[in-house]
């Protein structure tokens, strides 16, 4: 474990050095892992600030505090580390303890579910398969009007896409210059596709 030490408008002392590297044998215990360390201390104005940054296989924790005194702020930069780790080895943790098996085309079936069909394979079941219903039932339409889907004026076929695009409009109807009826309809895959009448 290598610790870097930045001290900015501050000296590092022997005893925050001591400090730094009692919270970090916790923090290894924890990510059970090597891990290389860079400490800054700075000092602005009446604040104590210290930023530890941990790089561990893991990835990047960073612990930021501030307070009255450096001891205190170091304390709490290394209780947010120390949250970091237990949240990542958790989260490890919990990863790991999931089925990743890969799947090779074989149905295991679960013991309970092989008894039921191992009993069920004895005794014959009538099943029914498809069945279509005696009377169907018809549903009501809902018409709504609209006149936002037709143009009143005569257009081209550029200025029609240009209109169905600026209304948000799937359908929209117009006439050509020439006065034939043209329909533009957007497909699912967003294409836009011209309908000619007759």
């Given at each position: 474990?290598?610790?870097?030490?930045?001290g900015r408008?501050?000296d590092?002392?022997p005893?925050?050095?001591?400090?730094?590297?009692?919270?970090?044998?916790?923090?290894r215990?924890?990510?059970?892992?090597?891990?290389?360390?860079?400490?800054?201390?700075?000092?602005?104005?009446?604040?104590?600030?210290?930023?530890?940054?941990?790089?561990?296989?893991?990835?990047?924790?960073?612990?930021?505090?501030?307070?009255?005194?450096?001891?205190?702020?170091?304390?709490?930069?290394?209780?947010?580390?120390?949250?970091?780790?237990v949240?990542?080895?958790?989260?490890?943790?919990?990863k790991?303890?999931r089925?990743?098996?890969?799947?090779?085309?074989?149905?295991?079936?679960?013991?309970?579910?092989?008894?039921?069909?191992?009993?069920?394979?004895?005794?014959?079941?009538?099943?029914?398969?498809?069945?279509?219903?005696?009377?169907?039932?018809?549903?009501?339409?809902h018409?709504?009007?609209?006149?936002?889907?037709?143009?009143?004026?005569?257009?081209?076929?550029?200025?029609?896409?240009?209109?169905?695009?600026?209304?948000?409009?799937?359908v929209?109807?117009?006439?050509?210059p020439?006065?034939?009826?043209?329909?533009?309809h957007?497909?699912r895959?967003?294409?836009?596709?011209?309908i000619?009448?007759?």
């Open positions: 474990m290598t610790v870097e030490y930045t408008h501050y590092v002392t005893a925050n050095r001591q400090d730094v590297e009692a919270g970090l044998t916790k923090i215990k924890i990510l059970r892992d090597r891990f290389d360390t860079k400490v800054i201390l700075v000092v602005e104005k009446h604040r104590h600030k210290a930023e530890i940054t941990i790089n561990s296989r893991v990835g990047p924790l960073v612990g930021l505090a501030q307070a009255g005194d450096m001891k205190a702020a170091i304390g709490e930069a290394l209780e947010h580390l120390e949250k970091q780790a949240k990542n080895k958790t989260r490890i943790i919990t790991k303890r089925n990743h098996s890969k799947w090779n085309g074989e149905v295991k079936p679960e013991p309970a579910i092989a008894k039921a069909a191992a009993a069920a394979q004895s005794t014959p079941v009538v099943m029914l398969v498809h069945k279509f219903p005696a009377v169907a039932k018809s549903t009501e339409v018409l709504v009007r609209s006149d936002e889907a037709v143009a009143m004026r005569p257009m081209t076929l550029e200025e029609a896409i240009k209109e169905a695009h600026f209304r948000d409009r799937d929209f109807v117009f006439r050509d020439k006065g034939k009826v043209m329909v533009l957007r497909t895959d967003g294409k836009m596709e011209l000619e009448a007759p």
